[in-house]
C-alpha cells in the first residue's frame, strides 16, 4: 500500500523576471518617439526592486505597439504587480512623453507551477531511493525512486527521479531542505496512511516539480 506526503508548491511566490521581452501590453508612455532600443531604465513599485528594462518604439506613437524588455531580472516581484517606468523625453533611442505601466504577466516571471488549484505534490515515500542535489538556473533537489512496472509477464523495477525545483533567491540550503522532507517521511512511516504535508522553512520556495 503506497504511503504519500505532500510536497507544497509555492502560490504566487515572489521571484524574478525573465530576461526578454515583456509579454503583455503596457499603458500609458505618452507620445513614443524614435527608433531603437533606449537606455535601461529601473522599474518601480510591485513587490520587488534591482529589475531595468529598455523601451523600442513599435508601428505607431503609442506604448502599446512597443516592445518592452527585461534586462536585469531583479527578485521578488509577483503575477498582478503593476511597475511603472518614469518618463524619458529625451536623450535616448526611443523616449516618451508619460509615465509607462505594466501589470506582470507569470509568463514574464521565472516558472511557477503553482496555484490554488495545484497546491502541492503528492509523493509515494516507499519508493524513495536517495536524495541528491544539483545546481542551474533554479536550485534543486533530485529524489532518486524506484519504479515497478509490469511487462511482460513480470514485475520490472526501474530507477527514476523527480527535480524539485527551488527559487535561488535565497538560494538553497540543502540542509534544511532535506531535513524538512524528512521530517514529513518520518511522520508518514511512523503513522501510516496520515498523508503528511512536508513544511518549508528558512525561506524556501519550491517553484517546480517535474518527474523524469
Given at each position: 500500500m503506497a504511503n504519500y506526503i505532500k510536497?507544497?508548491?509555492?502560490?504566487?511566490?515572489?521571484?524574478?523576471?525573465?530576461?526578454g521581452a515583456?509579454?503583455?501590453?503596457?499603458t500609458g508612455g505618452g507620445t513614443v518617439a524614435g527608433s531603437g532600443a533606449s537606455a535601461a531604465q529601473t522599474l518601480g513599485g510591485g513587490s520587488g526592486s534591482g529589475a531595468t528594462a529598455t523601451v523600442t518604439k513599435g508601428g505607431d506613437a503609442t506604448i502599446a505597439t512597443a516592445t518592452i524588455t527585461i534586462v536585469n531580472i531583479g527578485?521578488?516581484?509577483?503575477?498582478?504587480?503593476?511597475?511603472?517606468?518614469?518618463?524619458?523625453?529625451?536623450?535616448g533611442a526611443t523616449t516618451w512623453t508619460a509615465e509607462i505601466s505594466y501589470t506582470i504577466l507569470a509568463a514574464d516571471l521565472v516558472t511557477s507551477e503553482g496555484s490554488s488549484t495545484n497546491e502541492y505534490y503528492?509523493?509515494?515515500?516507499?519508493t524513495l531511493l536517495a536524495i541528491d542535489y544539483k545546481y542551474g538556473a533554479l536550485d534543486n533537489m533530485i529524489l532518486w525512486t524506484n519504479e515497478t512496472r509490469f511487462v511482460t509477464g513480470a514485475n520490472i523495477v526501474s530507477t527514476s527521479q523527480i527535480s524539485l525545483g527551488f527559487d535561488d533567491t535565497p538560494a538553497l540550503n540543502d540542509g534544511v531542505a532535506g531535513q524538512d522532507l524528512s521530517e514529513a517521511i518520518i511522520k508518514a512511516i511512523?503513522?501510516?496512511?496520515?498523508v503528511p504535508t512536508v513544511e518549508w522553512s528558512d525561506g524556501l520556495?519550491?517553484?517546480?516539480?517535474?518527474?523524469a
Open positions: 510536497i507544497p508548491l509555492a502560490i504566487n511566490p515572489p521571484r524574478s523576471f525573465v530576461v515583456l509579454n503583455g501590453t503596457a527578485e521578488g516581484y509577483k503575477v498582478g504587480d503593476v511597475v511603472t517606468i518614469p518618463i524619458l523625453s529625451s536623450g503528492l509523493f509515494d515515500v516507499d511512523e503513522s501510516p496512511n496520515s520556495e519550491l517553484l517546480t516539480i517535474t518527474p
